[in-house]
């Protein structure tokens, strides 16, 4: 008898319904990439999919986002917005801060992900906020002014990361426990 692998879809539909929050109302950067990213990295089996996934499906919600929501705003359309860079290799640098911190899954080393996660973005998207940019002087008082100027944003990157780190992981934890067989 074929056994069915029902743990890819799962995953997959656990990652789509994550990005689905994106586009209903949200306060300022509440959003599951983070998670996304960490719960990626614990559960694919193929690493290079815990990585890929997370992006594709920010990648997919941004071209809809742009291209539709805020289409007012970009004149043409928007495969990339300006500095996408800085925000998706952060997600790989999550997704790959998961790879180490997820050797096995516990309420501890989600909390540990969800903090590094909100750490990691803040830190390198306000970096890349401010590196060429004409708001902000380019030396350390303008680097420093720049993440001061970012603290506001910083409360909903915690509260997103931890929250829908609690949804996926448990989500997919409550699911194994329904079909043993994804255990």
């Given amino acids: 008898m074929k056994t069915i692998n029902l743990k890819f879809p799962i995953l997959c539909m656990l990652l789509l319904l994550a990005v689905a929050?994106?586009?209903?109302?949200?306060?300022?950067?509440?959003?599951?990439?983070?998670?996304?990213?960490?719960?990626?990295?614990?559960?694919?089996n193929r690493k290079y999919l815990a990585l890929l996934l997370p992006i594709v499906a920010t990648w997919l919600s941004d071209l809809f986002i742009n291209n539709v929501i805020y289409a007012q705003y970009y004149p043409n359309f928007t495969w990339f917005?300006?500095?996408?860079?800085?925000?998706?290799?952060?997600?790989?640098?999550?997704?790959?801060?998961?790879?180490?911190?997820?050797?096995?899954?516990?309420?501890k080393r989600i909390l540990t992900g969800g903090l590094i996660?909100?750490?990691?973005?803040?830190?390198?998207?306000?970096?890349?906020?401010?590196?060429?940019?004409?708001?902000?002087?380019?030396?350390?008082?303008?680097?420093?002014?720049?993440?001061?100027?970012?603290i506001p944003f910083l409360k909903g990157t915690l509260l997103a990361d931890l929250f829908y780190c609690g949804i996926l992981f448990g989500s997919f934890e409550f699911i194994k426990v329904k079909v043993p067989a994804l255990a």
């Fill in 21 to 44: 929050t994106r586009l209903i109302p949200h306060p300022a950067n509440f959003a599951p990439m983070g998670a996304m990213a960490l719960f990626g990295s614990a559960y694919f």
């Fill in 117 to 150: 996660s909100t750490l990691l973005f803040f830190i390198i998207t306000n970096f890349g906020c401010w590196i060429g940019s004409t708001s902000y002087p380019q030396n350390f008082v303008g680097l420093m002014e720049c993440y001061a100027m970012g």
């Fill in 81 to 107: 917005y300006e500095g996408f860079y800085w925000q998706y290799g952060t997600y790989v640098l999550i997704g790959l801060a998961g790879l180490i911190i997820f050797k096995k899954v516990s309420p």
